[in-house]
């Protein structure tokens, strides 16, 4: 169970979203990959995101810092 205001932070794969600072969203977590949905009633705060490497199959990677905000 993750608090209100704990940060947490999620390598996603680049799908060319950039998650914008103070934009709310969701975490989808479906399969072992983590997905980030814009919802205006989310339970997380963009506090950053970045560009974060690629993975060894080519595809890129964001890292996105969220914080729990509900």
């Known amino acids: 169970m993750t608090e209100r205001g704990t ?5 996603v794969p680049d799908v060319g979203t950039w998650y914008t600072e103070g934009a709310t969203v ?4 479906v399969t072992r990959d983590v997905h980030i949905v814009t919802d205006p009633d989310g339970d997380y705060e963009v506090l950053g995101c970045q560009h974060a490497g690629t993975r060894p199959d080519g595809r890129s990677l ?3 810092q969220l914080r729990k905000i509900r």
């Open 62 to 64: 964001l890292q996105v």
């Open 7 to 11: 940060i947490v932070t999620h390598d």
């Open 26 to 29: 969701d975490v989808d977590q």
